[in-house]
């Protein structure tokens, strides 16, 4: 029978201590998770592990300021998306900054798109949404990673963002919007009306 | 665009993301029963979603865990250091204290030790250098020397009389060119 899992507030806790295994075991449990938010915000694997590395090590500086009311792994998924977002402000690759309001009621009739091909590799379909997202303004690159590929759920996108789950559900609804938008832009083929 | 057809479009894709409790699904499943403009919009969104692919991402590579607790707890501040974090640094068993940058902290030590070597260096050189007090000292007495050095003068003159060819003590005092009138 194996032994239950140690609770993460238990591992940060030891960790605090200074406890360096127990802080070990927390990257253990979310590395995986980590890198693969972090692989929507840039494709070069070098830059994934300085990026999840680089928010690993300011989570460890901040762990004494952690409040423990909210799980750790929001907290841990803020820090990571933050430092994405930082990293690419640096390198020159400065995310899109929303400047509409996004509490307005959005648009009724988004565009319409099709499914990507079926002869289309998976590879070819991940390439051309990776370039589509990271033409978006942040907040809705975020939303539909949140969302789309780690399958978060309303309320957790908005404990980690900060914002209310209407307001996740509103970014969502433009984030989609913007994304077909921007896909038919680069790829009018995929306009089911044409 | 009727009523009921634009409040469903507003929840098809919390619909479609299982966001939407069993009070507000329901009404929505009977209109897509009778709305094919809607049930079209449902199924776009659908499709969109297949955009979504879930690459797989590369796996965090062998040790990467262990390293990374290590920096931490190592006082590492990292490299893309963020305002926000930069401020209250944390140090395991340490509270909240200043956190040095590792480079320059490295740099100051090695520019310490590099002085020290430095300073112990011209130390010994200027020690083998330098003669030995023992050897700046007088050992006689100071007439005891000038009778020395006279008894010395006295013999050299008496062997210069005795060599035929060898100038008189007399002569040494001339300059060169009247001796060699002569």
Not at chain 2, 161 to 170: F, Q, Y
């Amino acid at each position: 029978m194996e032994p239950a899992p140690v609770h993460d507030l238990d591992l940060v806790q030891e960790a605090l201590e200074g406890n360096q295994l127990s802080f070990q075991l927390l990257v253990e449990r979310y590395q995986d998770k980590l890198f693969s938010i972090v692989r929507q915000y840039t494709r070069n694997p070098v830059e994934i592990e300085d990026i999840v590395q680089e928010a690993l090590l300011k989570v460890y500086r901040r762990l004494d300021s952690f409040q423990k009311q909210s799980s750790f792994s929001t907290w841990l998924y803020r820090v990571v998306v933050n430092t994405a977002l930082d990293f690419l402000k640096r390198c020159g690759r400065n995310p899109v900054r929303a400047v509409e309001d996004l509490e307005i009621v959005p648009e009724n009739n988004p565009p319409r798109i099709a499914a990507p091909d079926a002869n289309m590799e998976q590879e070819e379909i991940a390439r051309v949404t990776h370039e589509v997202l990271l033409e978006l303004p942040e907040i809705f690159h975020t939303v539909i990673v949140m969302r789309e590929f780690e399958g978060l759920a309303y309320q957790e996108i908005a404990d980690i963002l900060g914002i209310s789950i209407g307001t996740v559900e509103s970014r969502l609804f433009r984030a989609r919007a913007r994304f077909k938008e921007h896909l038919l832009r680069s790829h009018p083929e995929f306009d089911p009306t044409v | 665009m009727q009523d009921s057809c634009q409040k469903s479009s507003m929840l098809i894709p919390s619909y479609l993301d299982g966001e939407l409790s069993e009070e507000q699904a329901a009404p929505l499943r009977r209109h897509l029963m009778e709305c094919q403009p809607c049930r079209d919009l449902a199924q776009d969104e659908q499709a969109m979603k297949r955009w979504f692919i879930a690459e797989e991402a590369p796996a965090a590579p062998p040790g990467f865990a262990a390293r990374v607790a290590r920096r931490a707890f190592a006082g590492d501040a990292g490299v893309l250091t963020d305002s926000e974090f930069a401020l209250q640094p944390h140090v395991a068993g340490s509270g909240n204290t200043e956190q040095e940058d590792p480079t320059l902290r490295f740099v100051l030590q090695l520019t310490a030790i590099a002085a020290a070597v430095l300073f112990c260096l011209a130390l010994a050189i200027r020690t083998h250098d330098l003669p030995e007090s023992a050897d700046l000292g007088a050992s006689e007495d100071y007439s005891q020397v000038v009778e020395k050095l006279m008894r010395m003068n006295a013999a050299e003159e008496a062997a210069a009389d005795e060599i035929p060819g060898l100038p008189r003590k007399d002569a040494d005092d001339e300059p060169m060119n009247r001796k060699t009138r002569k």
